[in-house]
C-alpha cells in the first residue's frame, strides 16, 4: 500500500555561522547547512515528487533564500571563488559565507525549473524577518544590531508573517 503522496518540499535551513567551520565532508559549514543539505534531500526526494506528479499531483519545491545572494552574486561576477568551491575560504566573512549559500540555493532551484516540468521550482525571499539568526553572531554585530533594533522593528516581520511568502508558493 503506497503513503500519501509527496507534493510539496519547502527547504528552508538558514544559518549564519559567526566564524569558518568545516563538516565532515570538508565543506564550510554556513553553505554546507543553507545548501548542501538541501541539494542532498531534493536530489532524495525529486523522484517521489515527479511520481506523484505523474498521478496527477501539483508538486512543487520551495527553496527558502534571502535578498543577500545578490551581494553574492557581485562578488563571483568581480573574481571571487566560485560557488562550487565550498572549502572555508582564506578569509572567512559573515555575510559573504551566508550570501555565498543563498545564491547556490537561488541558482539551484533555476536549475531544477530548467530540468523538469512536472515540479514546479520557486525561490522565495520572506523579506526582514524578526528571527534569532543573529544570536552567535559577534558581540559587536550583536550590539548594532540590538541598537538598530526600535527602528528594525519597525521594518521587520513577524516569523508568522514570514512564512507567508513561504506558504503562498
Not at 97 to 119: C, G, H, M
Not at 141 to 167: C, E, N, Y
Request: proline fraction near 7%.
Amino acid at each position: 500500500e503506497r503513503a500519501l503522496p509527496l507534493t510539496t518540499l519547502v527547504l528552508n535551513a538558514g544559518v549564519m555561522r559567526p566564524e569558518p567551520a568545516i563538516s565532515a565532508d570538508g565543506a564550510e559549514l554556513t553553505i554546507a547547512s543553507n545548501h548542501l543539505g538541501h541539494h542532498a534531500l531534493a536530489t532524495l526526494l525529486v523522484p517521489e515528487l515527479e511520481a506523484s506528479a505523474r498521478l496527477g499531483y501539483d508538486c512543487r519545491v520551495v527553496v527558502v533564500s534571502s535578498s543577500l545572494h545578490r551581494l553574492a552574486a557581485r562578488r563571483v561576477l568581480g573574481g571571487a571563488p566560485p560557488l562550487t568551491d565550498f572549502r572555508p575560504p582564506l578569509a572567512f566573512e559573515l555575510f559573504d559565507a551566508y550570501s555565498r549559500s543563498k545564491l547556490a540555493n537561488v541558482l539551484w532551484a533555476q536549475e531544477l525549473a530548467r530540468r523538469t516540468d512536472a515540479i514546479s521550482s520557486i525561490c522565495v525571499h520572506p523579506g526582514l524577518v524578526a528571527t534569532h539568526v543573529t544570536r552567535y553572531l559577534p558581540t559587536l554585530v550583536r550590539l548594532g544590531h540590538a541598537a538598530a533594533t526600535p527602528i528594525m522593528r519597525l521594518l521587520q516581520k513577524s516569523p508568522d508573517q514570514g512564512a507567508r511568502s513561504t506558504l503562498h508558493a
